[in-house]
């Protein structure tokens, strides 16, 4: 393509230069190809959808730290303990629901004995179940000392009165672990264990002689 030449000098039209140039600059030459997009909006689309759940977040928080002390760092700390509040909550119903489920397996036509819930402590204890080993070994203690009239009926006495009636470190180190593991979500270990079947051995034996 032939272009004429614009002059410089003296008596140039400034508004011939102008025209030149932008026929110049608009030649195919000075811009890329355009490619066909026939996917553009669809492409565009989806990955508006799939950002759209992870920006969500960053822009709730820009809007409440203008609302709580501390700006974004204090919208991230409430987060945080919104969650760990969660997770202790959820952490203490699954604990009551596997000691009900370990209660409800223990269930017959008629109350468990100490004798049988020892037996379903060893089991539990052979198969790995450290969790429900403490917990049936506590009941099993209980049992134990409710047939030994030590105590009021396992299935009714409170943890607190079976410590003002016993005065026994034991069982009060007992209950404090069994509370842990049962309520607070702490894992059993071999040793929680071992240490539960000694201790309600004298614990019970002590009881007896009462």
Avoid: C, N
Avoid at 8 to 25: E, H, Q, S, W
Avoid at 113 to 139: I, K, M, N, Q, Y
Avoid at 167 to 191: K, T, W
């Amino acid at each position: 393509m032939t272009v004429a030449k614009v002059g410089v000098g003296t008596g140039t039209d400034p508004d011939a230069a102008r025209r030149a140039a932008r026929a110049i600059l608009a030649e195919g030459r000075f811009h890329a190809p355009g490619v066909p997009r026939p996917l553009h909006g669809v492409l565009t689309a989806i990955g508006d959808a799939v950002s759209a759940p992870f920006s969500a977040p960053g822009h709730l928080v820009d809007d409440l730290s203008t609302a709580v002390p501390g700006g974004i760092a204090g919208v991230w700390a409430a987060f945080a303990i919104v969650v760990l509040a969660l997770t202790a909550l959820l952490a203490r119903q699954h604990a009551h629901r596997a000691l009900r489920g370990a209660s409800a397996g223990t269930s017959a036509a008629s109350p468990a004995g100490g004798a049988e819930l020892e037996r379903l402590a060893d089991r539990a204890e052979h198969d790995g179940r450290l969790e429900d080993a403490v917990r049936l070994r506590f009941r099993a203690g209980l049992a134990r000392l409710s047939e030994r009239r030590a105590i009021a009926s396992a299935s009714t006495v409170r943890t607190a009165e079976v410590s003002r009636a016993l005065h026994s470190p034991p069982f009060d180190r007992l209950a404090h672990r069994f509370d842990e593991i049962a309520y607070g979500g702490v894992p059993a270990a071999p040793d929680d264990v071992a240490q539960a079947r000694r201790d309600w051995a004298a614990v019970v034996a002590r009881g007896a002689k009462r």
